[in-house]
């Protein structure tokens, strides 16, 4: 089994900054892509910013010039720094990973519990 831990999440005013971590733990032969996405109250989950299985990066176009994904492949972390936040980025954010647990095993999509990022004055 594979666990994603989520951390960094909080209140911000309008301007700020914040950065999250998610940290993959378990039964973890490789990691293929992994990233982040957010639900708003009312809406449809959406990606923020990801690292494909060939790593590269993507982002949607609300975030780009803002956030910034990196990855630490020897601690098997992605993290996610925000910057010039603004009140529509308030969600919760969720980690994701597409994983094989071991070799020739099937790769499966897992998912952290969430962290809720909320931008106000």
């Known amino acids: 089994q594979v666990e994603l831990e989520e951390s960094g999440g909080g209140l911000v005013q309008p301007g700020g900054s914040l950065r999250l971590s998610c940290a993959a733990s378990?039964?973890?032969?490789?990691?293929?892509?992994m990233g982040w996405y957010r639900q708003a109250p009312g809406k449809q989950r959406e990606m923020v910013a990801i690292?494909?299985?060939?790593?590269?990066?993507y982002y949607v176009d609300s975030v780009k010039g803002r956030f910034t994904i990196s990855r630490d492949n020897a601690k098997n972390t992605v993290y996610l720094q925000m910057n010039s936040l603004k009140p529509e980025d308030t969600a919760v954010y969720y980690c994701?990973?597409?994983?094989?647990?071991?070799?020739?095993?099937?790769?499966?999509?897992?998912w952290g519990q969430g962290t809720q990022v909320t931008v106000s004055s």
């Open positions: 690292f494909t299985s060939e790593n590269n990066t």
């Open positions: 378990g039964s973890i032969f490789r990691i293929y892509a």
């Open positions: 994701n990973a597409d994983v094989r647990t071991t070799v020739g095993a099937a790769r499966h999509d897992y």
